[in-house]
C-alpha cells in the first residue's frame, strides 16, 4: 500500500472504498451500508495517514491497533483492509456468503490481520484499553483506534471503559464517535438522546473534540491533537451522515441495515464515479 | 487401583488463597503475567500479586464488564491476563464479553472466580454463584476447573497460566479441607481416584470432594464399597474415568456446590448416556439459599457426608 497525507489522495480513496461498501453489500443482499459510508472519512484517514502498520508484518508487535467497536460497520473495514493489501479485493463481493472471509460482523478466525471480533456492541473500547495499557508496560509507542457508534455508546460498558481510560491516564488510546445520529430503530434523539455528547465525554475526563467525520484535513489535524495529548485519553465527536456519498442513502435511517438494490448500487455507483 | 489411604482432611488454606499465593509465584516467574481484579482484592486474594506487582495489576473498580473485556485485550496483545472477582459476578456480569470478546476468538484469558457455591456463607444468595461451573461450560474453547484444596488449586493456576486458551478456574471461600500431599501431581482432564471401591463411584468436585470421603468411610462400615472420583476438570470431562466407574461399579452419585441441572452431575449423566448408562443420584443445589455460616449451609441445603450416603444407597438399590 503506499500511504499518503495527502486530503485529495486519501479523497480518492474514500470514492474507491465506498463503491466497495455499495457494491459488496448490494451483492450480500444484507448489512450495513449507512454506518459503513458514514465512517469512510474516519477509517481511511487512520488506515493510509495515521496509523503506523503495515500490512506485509500484520502482527508487528509496535503497530497501532484498530477496532471497529461498531462491527456492524464491517463493509468500510473490509474495503479499507482489502484496498491495503491485507485480504483479497476480488472477493469482497463474497460478503456475509458461507465460507467468505468477509463475515458479517469482523471475525479474526476467517482473517487474522483484524485486532478483534467485534459485533457485540459496547465492548470495543475496553477491549482498546487492554491493548494500550500492555502497549504502555512494553514501552511501545503502539496507540488505539477505536470506532465507536453512537447508538452503540447508549451500552453502559462504554462509561465504565470510559471512567478507566480517564481516571488511569491511558493516552494511547483514541475514540471516535461516528456520530451519524441514526440507529436501527430511527434517529438517536427519538431513541434515547446522547446529548450533550461532547460533555458526557468532557466530564468523564476525556480530551474531546467535535469534527466534522467527513473532513479529511479536520480529521488529521485532530488525530494530531489526539496524539500530542498527554495525561489523558481522546476522543473524537465526529459529526457525520448516515450514508455519506450516496444521496438517496444520506440520512435516512432504512439504510442502516437494509442494502441497497441492484438497481440502487447502479445509481450509487454513478454517483461515486 | 490406588492403596487404601486414610485422609486426615485437616483443614488447610482457602482455595482461593490458594490462587492468590500462587500468582504472585507466577508473577515472579514470568513479567507478562497481569492481573484485574473489581474492587475485591482483599477477597479474591489477588491483593498479593497487587502489592508485589503494582504496575501489573489493573484495579477496574466496580465494573466486570470492562474488566473482562480489557483482559481480553491485554491477552491479545501477548500478556497472560488473569481476571478475577467473586464467580456470582464475573461470570455473570462478565459473560456477554467472555462469549464474544475470550471464547470466540479463542483469548488467553484466565478467569478465576472466588467464592463459589453457598459456603460463603453470611452474604446470602446474591453473593452466591450456583450457575457458574454452568455458564462456563457453556463457552466453546474453555476449559474448566474446580480444584479441591490446595495443592489442587496450586496445580490449576499453573496449567491455567502455561495453557495457551482461556480457562475458568472455581474457588471458595472457606479454609479447604487438605486431601493431597504438597507434591501431587495432577493431569488435566483426568479424574482422580482418591478411594478406590467396587459397588458404587462416589463423583465429586471443589469442597464436596471431601464430603465424599468421608460419605466413603461410612458406607464402607455398611458393607458398601464405594470409589471416590476427584473431577478437578469439569471440561474436559473425564469420560474414560466415569464410563470405567459405571461398568465397574454399577452405579454413581455426583456431588457438587452447583444447581443440580446445570452443572457436574448433566455432564456426567450425559457422559454416560454416550458410554455406559447407568444409575446415576445427584447431590447438588435445587433453590437459592440464604444467609448463615457455610458449614450450617451445607447442612441445610444437603451437601454434606450424610447426604452422599443416602444417595448411594438409592444408587445401589436401583441397580439391576
Not at chain 1, 202 to 221: C, P, Y
Not at chain 2, 26 to 39: C, F, H, T, W
Not at chain 2, 192 to 218: H, M, Q, R, Y
Amino acid at each position: 500500500m503506499q500511504k499518503t497525507s495527502n486530503p485529495a489522495d486519501l479523497a480518492q480513496i474514500c470514492r474507491q472504498v465506498r463503491r466497495h461498501i455499495v457494491t459488496m453489500t448490494g451483492a450480500a443482499k444484507s448489512g450495513h451500508p449507512g454506518g459503513s459510508l458514514s465512517a469512510t472519512e474516519i477509517v481511511v484517514t487512520l488506515f493510509w495517514d495515521v496509523m503506523r502498520h503495515d500490512p506485509a508484518n500484520p502482527k508487528w508487535p509496535e503497530r497501532d491497533r484498530f477496532i471497529l467497536s461498531k462491527g456492524h460497520a464491517a463493509p468500510v473495514l473490509y474495503a479499507a483492509m482489502a484496498e491495503c493489501g491485507y485480504t483479497p479485493v476480488d472477493t469482497l463481493n463474497t460478503l456475509r456468503k458461507l465460507g467468505s472471509i468477509y463475515q458479517g460482523h469482523p471475525d479474526v478466525r476467517f482473517i487474522p490481520s483484524l485486532e478483534a471480533s467485534t459485533g457485540s456492541l459496547g465492548e470495543g473500547i475496553s477491549l482498546g484499553l487492554g491493548m494500550s495499557l500492555a502497549a504502555r508496560l512494553d514501552k511501545s509507542p503502539s496507540r488505539t483506534y477505536v470506532v465507536v457508534g453512537d447508538g452503540e455508546i447508549q451500552e453502559g460498558q462504554i462509561w465504565e471503559a470510559a471512567m478507566f481510560s480517564a481516571y488511569n491516564k491511558v493516552d494511547n488510546i483514541c475514540v471516535i464517535v461516528d456520530y451519524n445520529r441514526i440507529q436501527l430503530d430511527g434517529f438517536v434523539k427519538d431513541i434515547l438522546d446522547l446529548e450533550p455528547l461532547a460533555d458526557k465525554w468532557r466530564s468523564f475526563g476525556w480530551h474531546t473534540i467535535e469534527v466534522d467525520g467527513h473532513d479529511i484535513r479536520a480529521l488529521q489535524k485532530a488525530f494530531a491533537e489526539a496524539a500530542a495529548t498527554k495525561g489523558k485519553p481522546t476522543c473524537l465527536v465526529a459529526h457525520t451522515i448516515k450514508g455519506k456519498g450516496v444521496s438517496f442513502m444520506e440520512n435516512n435511517p432504512k439504510y442502516h441495515g437494509v442494502a441497497p438494490s441492484a438497481e440502487e448500487v447502479e445509481l450509487a455507483l454513478k454517483e461515486l464515479a | 487401583m490406588p492403596a487404601k489411604v486414610k485422609y486426615e482432611l485437616k483443614l488447610g488454606p482457602a482455595t482461593r488463597e490458594s490462587f492468590g499465593k500462587t500468582l504472585v509465584e507466577l508473577g515472579r516467574e514470568n513479567p507478562n503475567i497481569v492481573v484485574g481484579d473489581a474492587d475485591l482484592t482483599k477477597s479474591t486474594m489477588t491483593t498479593y500479586f497487587g502489592k508485589e506487582f503494582p504496575e501489573r495489576m489493573f484495579e477496574c473498580g466496580i465494573a466486570e464488564a470492562n474488566m473482562v473485556a480489557i483482559g481480553a485485550g491485554f491477552a491479545t496483545a501477548g500478556k497472560i491476563p488473569f481476571v478475577s472477582s467473586f464467580s456470582a459476578f464475573v461470570m455473570t456480569k462478565g459473560f456477554e464479553q467472555l462469549r464474544c470478546l475470550v471464547a470466540y476468538p479463542n483469548v488467553n484469558l484466565k478467569v478465576v472466580g472466588t467464592h463459589s457455591g453457598i459456603s460463603i456463607g453470611e452474604d446470602g444468595p446474591s453473593q452466591m454463584s450456583m450457575e457458574d461451573l454452568a455458564l462456563a461450560c457453556a463457552l466453546p474453547n474453555f476449559t474448566v476447573l474446580c480444584p479441591a484444596d490446595d495443592t489442587a488449586t496450586r496445580w490449576a493456576v499453573r496449567w491455567a497460566a502455561g495453557h495457551q486458551g482461556p480457562v475458568f478456574i472455581r474457588t471458595g471461600r472457606p479454609k479447604a479441607p487438605v486431601i493431597y500431599p504438597a507434591d501431587a501431581t495432577f493431569e488435566l482432564g483426568k479424574a482422580v481416584e482418591l478411594v478406590p471401591g467396587t459397588d458404587v463411584t462416589l463423583v465429586a468436585t471443589g469442597l464436596l470432594v471431601a464430603e465424599a470421603i468421608k460419605a466413603s468411610e461410612t458406607l464402607e462400615q455398611e458393607g458398601i464399597s464405594a470409589r471416590v472420583l476427584d473431577i478437578h476438570t469439569i471440561k474436559p470431562l473425564d469420560e474414560d474415568a466415569l464410563a470405567r466407574a459405571a461398568r465397574e461399579t454399577g452405579a454413581l452419585v455426583v456431588a457438587e456446590e452447583h444447581l443440580v441441572d446445570s452443572g457436574l452431575g448433566v455432564r456426567v449423566a450425559q457422559a454416560l448416556a454416550k458410554t455406559v448408562p447407568a444409575p446415576v443420584e445427584f447431590v447438588g443445589l435445587t433453590t437459592f439459599a440464604e444467609s448463615g455460616s457455610p458449614d450450617q449451609l451445607l447442612d441445610k441445603y444437603g451437601l454434606r457426608a450424610p447426604n452422599l450416603v443416602e444417595a448411594a444407597r438409592r444408587a445401589v438399590a436401583r441397580k439391576s
